[in-house]
């Protein structure tokens, strides 16, 4: 079973477990059974829940279980003996460790048939998420994906080797309140395109607004700087979300706080970071950083995006020279030679805004502040090296976030609305098709 599959069968055990459908010793049990590092767990406990027998008692559970064990063990005693006679309430708590080990017993038997054979972890494997396919289909956008339950801004959105969507931190300001209300978001939401539905994960250790998220090699999804309250100031500290166990740890922090920036995923599994002129390059084998040529334009509130050719692009953004205003300027990195180039400049000056880069070899800017919010797509040919239109977008947006799905459609989730009375803090998913 390659890295992909592995990780969505864990994400469904991981789904049983945050739904209270087995316990957390149970998970972790059929997790390590899952993965192949049963070494943690005595070898007897794990070809018990593969057969079927009672987890953590040795007990029988279905036809193919293990004779019981005999001698001293609880289970061969009298009930009279343990002074465990049966009740009602024993009963429906036998039922329901029932039914929940023959939930893991499903998952794990599923993973069974799909492999054949054991799986090592994803980045023992060295295995890479998919890249996304070429999209079909008819062209332009689509509004029938399902509203994100908080609506947002400034936050960090990564699709997930899952295909899962990511969407973390960000801003809300209530719909009551004027502009300068606002709420330091650490929830993080996970869109499901099979259910078409959103659920809440576990959220980041602490809020943080305006910073990057990237999607590593081996399924993790990291968030990188941004910033916190009170101040709003700049911070360096770096979360990683395990999906297979729900769960968020702190890794090496930047070597210096950063902000309003962009973070992408090489095809090496490194992360680049590029922010104001700096850029960063974190290596997740040796949990560290390493600077790397600096961006020869200083610039916030940009995106990043890393084309099909493997080369990092650095797009519109305010500057600081002269003063506060938009930029038509994209800069190009190359991580092989470490040094930036001039890329052709946008057709319009803009920041605030999202962008992405499909596999067919085209890179799009959608929305954002041009002076007001825009609904302006425009996207570029790598071949060609022409910036074109694209189709409008529903509704004008900025501050909003964009990610590639994995069937190549470009997802645009919540942002400022052009009419915040309207829309309130921005719920709508909007999908291009390009």
Not at 383 to 398: N, R, V
Request: hydrophobic share 40%.
């Amino acid at each position: 079973m390659g890295s992909t599959e592995m990780i969505r069968q864990l994400q469904k055990l991981t789904d049983l477990h945050v739904s209270g459908a087995i316990s957390t010793e149970e998970f972790r049990i059929a997790k390590a059974h899952i993965i192949g590092i049963s070494n943690s767990t005595p070898a007897g406990v794990a070809t018990n829940v593969a057969t079927g027998a009672d987890v953590g008692t040795g007990g029988p559970e279905g036809a193919n279980a293990s004779p019981p064990s005999t001698g001293t063990h609880p289970a061969a005693a009298p009930h009279s003996q343990r002074g465990n006679r049966p009740t009602p309430e024993r009963t429906a708590v036998a039922r329901a460790s029932s039914t929940r080990r023959t939930a893991v017993i499903g998952v794990i038997a599923a993973i069974a048939i799909l492999s054949g054979v054991a799986v090592a972890i994803a980045a023992a494997a060295g295995d890479h998420c998919p890249a996304p396919t070429v999209a079909s289909g008819p062209k332009g956008w689509s509004t029938s994906t399902a509203p994100i339950n908080v609506g947002r801004y400034m936050h960090s959105v990564s699709t997930g080797c899952d295909g899962r969507i990511y969407v973390i931190g960000g801003l809300t300001t209530p719909i009551a309140d004027d502009a300068t209300s606002t709420h330091q978001e650490n929830s993080v939401e996970v869109y499901d395109p099979e259910k078409n539905a959103w659920f809440q994960a576990a959220p980041m250790l602490t809020p943080r607004v305006a910073g990057a998220a990237a999607t590593g090699a081996d399924g993790r999804i990291y968030t990188i700087g941004g910033e916190q309250e009170p101040g709003f100031h700049p911070v360096s500290t770096v979360e990683t979300y395990d999906p297979t166990d729900n769960t968020w740890s702190q890794i090496a922090p930047l070597p210096q706080p950063l902000s309003r920036m962009g973070a992408v995923t090489g095809p090496d599994g490194r992360i680049w970071v590029v922010a104001d002129r700096a850029t960063y390059v974190y290596a997740p084998d040796t949990n560290s950083w390493a600077s790397a040529a600096a961006m020869p334009t200083e610039r916030i509130h940009h995106q990043v995006v890393m084309a099909p050719d493997g080369l990092i692009w650095a797009l519109g953004g305010f500057s600081f020279d002269g003063g506060l205003h938009e930029l038509d300027t994209v800069e190009i990195y190359d991580p092989s030679a470490d040094v930036w180039s001039a890329g052709t400049p946008m057709p319009d000056a803009r920041a605030e805004f999202a962008a992405a880069a499909v596999p067919d070899g085209r890179v799009a800017v959608l929305g954002g502040s041009r002076g007001a919010r825009t609904d302006a797509v425009s996207i570029y040919d790598l071949e060609t090296k022409i910036w074109t239109p694209g189709p409008d977008m529903p509704i004008g947006l900025s501050s909003h976030m964009a990610t590639v799905t994995r069937d190549g459609r470009i997802m645009l989730i919540s942002g400022h609305a052009a009419d915040r009375r309207q829309f309130g803090e921005n719920q709508q998913v909007l999908l291009l098709t390009p």
